[in-house]
């Protein structure tokens, strides 16, 4: 069975643009997960989607949004970007949310520089 | 609030040495899962072991153990005989049993093993 597959793997990007990155799930699992990583604050979780609804946010301002579509693949768009958000993004998925946790599999990542 | 420590930042053992790392977590829920991940050079984070918070028996999967001890609200994991392969960073977490999605990390324990 694929793993997860996150697209691009690297990018570049200068102040003020704008990204989108993209995350395709484990076949069959419907839960996607983002999370953020960098040397100085470590792994933070941004959002979790489910059927194509948001389910938990992280606390990150609202240049950092997502979205999931029918087949459970998910994007994550940042808006106006920062050399702050420079850092590894990491997309996970799972079986599904809710009350029993499963565990999540992660992709390779998608490595954001800001110039 | 969720917080999880991993107070250890590096170490640094010889092959075929037991090294023990250390997790400790904060947490009011009763019901909770605990997880370690491993995070190689390539970047992308290999999930090792779940546990719900309702399961203190220890577990051993080949060279690795974890000790779960919740009278000490620590998750600790061990490697013994380790090997040159095992170095990597490695990622105790949490998450609360409604919000499966949302994993909380400690800041890593980064693991070198010489030969």
């Known amino acids: 069975k694929a793993g997860v597959t996150q697209t691009p793997r690297y990018l570049i990007k200068t102040r003020g643009q704008q990204v989108t990155l993209s995350c395709s799930p484990i076949?069959?699992?419907?839960?996607v997960s983002w999370y953020q990583q960098t040397p100085g604050q470590g792994l933070q979780f941004l959002f979790e989607?489910?059927?194509?609804?948001?389910?938990n946010k992280g606390n990150f301002p609202g240049r950092f949004s997502g979205r999931q579509f029918s087949n459970s693949r998910s994007e994550m768009n940042v808006s106006t970007l920062e050399l702050g958000d420079s850092a590894l993004y990491l997309c996970?998925?799972?079986?599904?949310?809710?009350?029993?946790?499963?565990?999540?599999?992660f992709g390779p990542g998608t490595r954001l520089t800001v110039t | 609030a969720q917080k999880v420590t991993q107070a250890q930042t590096e170490i640094s053992v010889v092959e075929k040495e037991d090294v023990t790392l250390d997790c400790v977590y904060e947490?009011?829920?009763?019901?909770?899962?605990l997880f370690w991940y491993k995070q190689p050079p390539s970047g992308e984070l290999v999930f090792l072991i779940r546990?719900?918070?309702?399961?203190?028996q220890n577990e051993i999967s080949g060279r690795y153990s974890w000790n779960f001890q919740k009278s000490t609200s620590s998750f600790n994991f061990t490697i013994t005989a380790s090997q040159v392969v095992d170095s990597a960073v490695y990622f105790c977490?949490?998450?609360?049993?409604?919000?499966?999605?949302?994993?909380?990390f400690g800041q890593g324990t980064e693991l070198s093993v010489k030969p």
């Open positions: 076949s069959g699992h419907r839960s």
């Open positions: 989607y489910f059927s194509e609804t948001q389910r």
């Open positions: 996970a998925s799972s079986l599904t949310t809710g009350a029993a946790s499963y565990e999540q599999y």
């Open positions: 546990r719900n918070s309702f399961d203190e």
């Open positions: 977490a949490l998450s609360r049993s409604n919000q499966g999605g949302k994993l909380i």
């Open positions: 947490t009011r829920d009763t019901t909770y899962y």
